[in-house]
């Protein structure tokens, strides 16, 4: 069974940092590919950043340059480290996995930035 848990959003002032991190299990972290999307008020989930087991990563231009994402192998969590935090950051965050091709969601977890 694949379980996917979000923590760390939260309530944070535009310029602030969040790190949100998911605990993942054993067989979702054995992924080559994991990653963090979000979905905003009104707008379609929207991919993030992405990384592969070899360390490769990906990011959305939106969030380039202030978000780093990475996954501890030996405590089963991929993280997303987010700096300098603005209002269109706001929505829920979740982590994603693709597992023999099947894409496994957890629940989110919320961040909100305020002006």
């Known amino acids: 069974q694949v379980q996917l848990v979000e923590s760390g959003g939260g309530l944070e002032q535009a310029g602030g940092s969040l790190r949100l991190s998911c605990a993942a299990s054993r067989n979702a972290f054995s992924s080559n590919y994991m990653g963090w999307y979000r979905q905003g008020p009104g707008k379609q989930r929207e991919l993030v950043a992405d990384?592969?087991?070899?360390?490769?990563?990906n990011y959305a231009d939106s969030v380039k340059g202030r978000f780093t994402i990475s996954r501890d192998s030996a405590k089963n969590t991929l993280y997303l480290q987010m700096n300098s935090l603005k209002p269109e950051d706001t929505g829920v965050y979740y982590c994603n996995v693709i597992i023999s091709q099947v894409k496994y969601w957890g629940r989110g977890t919320q961040v909100t930035v305020s002006s």
């Open positions: 990384i592969t087991s070899g360390g490769l990563t």
